[in-house]
């Protein structure tokens, strides 16, 4: 079972039967299987979240402005980056545990397809390139890239040991995030897109460990899962999952945000009409919560849900129409 003190760092584990948490050693592990291992451990299909990187430019109609789209592109990329740097670190961290897990002892790390010397070497590599191209963009942004990265290192060794700070330490990555794409394309970020964006990922936060202290193994996965309530993150999905919508539908109804896109000739701004699309994804996220519950995770679990990913895009689809007046010709 898995013992922890909480001055000690990271669980260590003292099962009565060691091997299940010793490093497996594969006779051969193929150069192509490593380099995929290697990818896999970077995941790749996790870099969506970035995208909150450029949400400043597409709200601030910047999209048609080369400029400002390759600062954008640029501060996406160093983003990409360190979050790869982040996961490497965090399988790193937790490998003893995943090993016990009947899901993510499939990882690299955890089942030996990528080494612990070469996960390390990853680490400093991803580091190295994103605080290279950080460099290169304004300080500000290089400020905030770096804060991400150190909030990230905190949460790996030891805050991610703390019930309801760990989710607090998520949602301030993706405000990091807001902050960045506004400081790489000198675009201002309206208070309440950073309203929008910590309500939002509290609320998916909140939801992941909703989903794992339902699992069988929450407490061999993590000791401060068993510091969280269920009924109070029922409680925390409700308020923070609300108050997302809500405050989208706000910023959506201000009247400066009317002003801003209304059109040259005077034509209102339908933005409003795209409220429904937030409801909806908040909806299905707390479906998936509840009903997915051998998938590793329920966020990954949304990536890959058809009905919740056509919303999104509808939504996509939708705010470039109505904010760009995009029209056929």
């Not at 390759?70 to 545990?97: E, H, M, R, W």
């Not at 996965?221 to 309530?229: E, I, V």
């Not at 998936?288 to 329920?298: V, W, Y």
Request: overall charge positive; some cysteine.
């Amino acid at each position: 079972m898995l013992v922890r003190d909480p001055a000690e760092g990271p669980p260590t584990m003292t099962d009565p039967h060691p091997m299940a948490a010793t490093a497996p050693s594969p006779p051969h592990v193929s150069l192509p299987r490593r380099l995929l291992g290697m990818l896999r451990t970077m995941r790749p299909h996790q870099w969506v979240k970035n995208l909150f990187v450029v949400a400043p430019v597409v709200f601030a109609k910047q999209l048609t402005h080369p400029q400002v789209i390759k600062g954008g592109i640029s501060a996406l990329v160093v983003f990409c980056l360190l979050a790869s740097a982040v996961y490497t670190l965090n399988d790193l961290v937790d490998v003893d545990a995943d090993r016990v897990h009947p899901v993510k002892r499939r990882r690299p790390i955890a089942s030996g397809v990528v080494s612990v010397p070469l996960a390390k070497a990853m680490v400093a590599g991803l580091l190295a390139l994103a605080l290279a191209g950080a460099a290169l963009a304004p300080p500000a942004f290089a400020a905030v890239a770096l804060s991400y990265f150190l909030l990230n290192v905190a949460y790996s060794f030891r805050l991610k040991n703390v019930a309801y700070v760990d989710v607090g330490c998520i949602a301030t990555g993706f405000v990091f995030r807001v902050l960045a794409g506004g400081y790489a394309t000198s675009t201002p970020v309206s208070g309440y897109m950073i309203a929008c964006t910590a309500a939002l990922a509290l609320f998916l936060g909140f939801g992941k460990r909703m989903h794992e202290i339902g699992s069988a193994n929450a407490t061999k996965q993590r000791a401060a899962l068993q510091r969280y309530s269920p009924g109070v993150l029922l409680a925390a999905m409700a308020v923070t999952g609300l108050a997302s919508v809500v405050t989208y539908i706000a910023y959506a109804h201000d009247e400066h945000t009317r002003a801003f896109f209304r059109s040259a000739d005077g034509l209102e701004n339908w933005l409003w009409l795209t409220s429904l699309h937030p409801l909806i994804g908040v909806l299905r996220f707390v479906q998936l919560t509840r009903t997915r519950t051998t998938a590793e995770s329920p966020t990954q679990e949304m990536l890959r849900d058809t009905p919740f990913m056509l919303n999104l895009a509808m939504w996509i689809i939708e705010v470039v129409v109505i904010v760009y007046r995009i029209r056929p010709t």
